[in-house]
C-alpha cells in the first residue's frame, strides 16, 4: 500500500537526524548545523540547544529534560531547565568511535548506541548498545552489532529494537529488571531493506528510514511489509507525532556518500504524511 504524497514540513536542513515528538512539538537534530530545534506544527522552526558534534541525536527523559548525544565530546548531555547543558553520562571510556542514537525508558535509563568504526573512513566493523542508568552510570549490554542506528522501546519497557543498517535487519533484546538487554534475536528480516532511524506504532509494527532505498517502510515483526512511503531523496528517520500520533514525520536529504552530502546546499528536509495506525511510547 503507498499513502498519500509527502508535504513539506521544514526545508533547509544541513544534516536533519532524530526525530521526536514532545510535548506538542516535533524536535529535530540538524547534524549540519549542531543544533536541536523545535518545530511546531506550521513549520516554525526554533533553535533550543546547540552542540558542535556529529553524530547528535537526542531523547527526553521522564520530567522532560532533553539528552543529547555528544559524540564528539564522547558524552550524553542533558539539558536542564533553564537551558544549560550539563554531562549526564561519560561515553569514552567504552569507545572512540561515533556514538550514535540514543532512546529512554520510563525509569530514566539510557540506550546509546556506537556504530564501531570511524565511518566512512574505515572498514566496517561491528557496533554496540550502551545501557546509561538513571544515575549516569554507563556499560555496554549488546555487541556485535552491524551498524547499530535506530532504536526505539516497546511501549512497556519490555523490549529494545536496534535497527541493523549493514545487517539489514531489526534486532530485538528483551530488557531485564536492571536495565541489561537478553535474548537476542532477529526481529525482522528485511531483505534489501537497509534501516536508519525507526518508530513503532499501537499495532506495534516498525516504520523504518531507508537512504539508499529512498523511502520510508512499515512493517511487523517477522518483516512483511505492510506500507511504502518513496521519497525522492534519502529518508534518514522517521516518527509518529501530531495531535492524534497520526502524522508520520520524515527527516530526509540528497544522498551521495557521507564525503558528498551535508553540503552548503542543504537539502534537508521535514516530510509528514497522514496514517491510520497512530504512534505510541
Known amino acids: 500500500m503507498i499513502t498519500n504524497q509527502p508535504q513539506v514540513v521544514l526545508s533547509g536542513l544541513a544534516f536533519g537526524e532524530s526525530p521526536r515528538w514532545h510535548d506538542g512539538q516535533l524536535w529535530v537534530s540538524d547534524w549540519g548545523a549542531g543544533e536541536v530545534l523545535t518545530v511546531d506544527p506550521s513549520g516554525t522552526s526554533d533553535v533550543v540547544a546547540r552542540v558542535s558534534s556529529f553524530p547528535m541525536c537526542i531523547d527526553f527523559l521522564r520530567d522532560g529534560r532533553l539528552l543529547i548525544v555528544d559524540s564528539a565530546g564522547g558524552q550524553l548531555l542533558r539539558r536542564e531547565q533553564d537551558g544549560s547543558l550539563v554531562r549526564h553520562a561519560d561515553l569514552s571510556f567504552l569507545g572512540s568511535s561515533p556514538w550514535n542514537e540514543v532512546v529512554a525508558d520510563s525509569r ?27 544515575q549516569g552510570i554507563a556499560s555496554k549490554v549488546a555487541e556485535d552489532l552491524w ?14 529494537l536496534v535497527a541493523e543498517s549493514y545487517g539489514h535487519q531489526i534486532t530485538a533484546f528483551d530488557v531485564t529488571e536492571d536495565g541489561g538487554l537478553a535474548h537476542r534475536r532477529v526481529w525482522a528480516d528485511l531483505g534489501d531493506g537497509t534501516p536508519d532511524g525507526i518508530c513503532i506504532d499501537a499495532e506495534a509494527a ?29 529518508c534518514f528517520s522517521c516518527a509518529l507525532g501530531g495531535a492524534d500520533r497520526r502524522t508520520l514525520f520524515m527527516i530526509a536529504m540528497q544522498w551521495n556518500g557521507a564525503e558528498a552530502s551535508g553540503g552548503p546546499e542543504r537539502t534537508g528536509v521535514v516530510l509528514s504524511v497522514p496514517v491510520t495506525v497512530p504512534g505510541v511510547g
Open 108 to 134: 530514566d535509563n539510557a540506550y546509546v548506541n556506537n556504530i564501531g568504526f570511524d565511518f566512512p573512513a574505515e572498514d566496517p566493523a561491528p557496533g554496540f548498545v550502551a545501557l546509561v542508568t538513571a
Open 206 to 234: 516498525v516504520w523504518y528510514a531507508d537512504v539508499p532505498g529512498q523511502r520510508c517502510v512499515r512493517v511487523r515483526e517477522g518483516g512483511e511489509v505492510l506500507q511504502t512511503v518513496q521519497l525522492d531523496r534519502g
Open 147 to 160: 551498524f547499530p542506528n535506530g532504536m526505539v522501546l516497546a511501549p512497556d519497557g519490555s523490549t529494545l
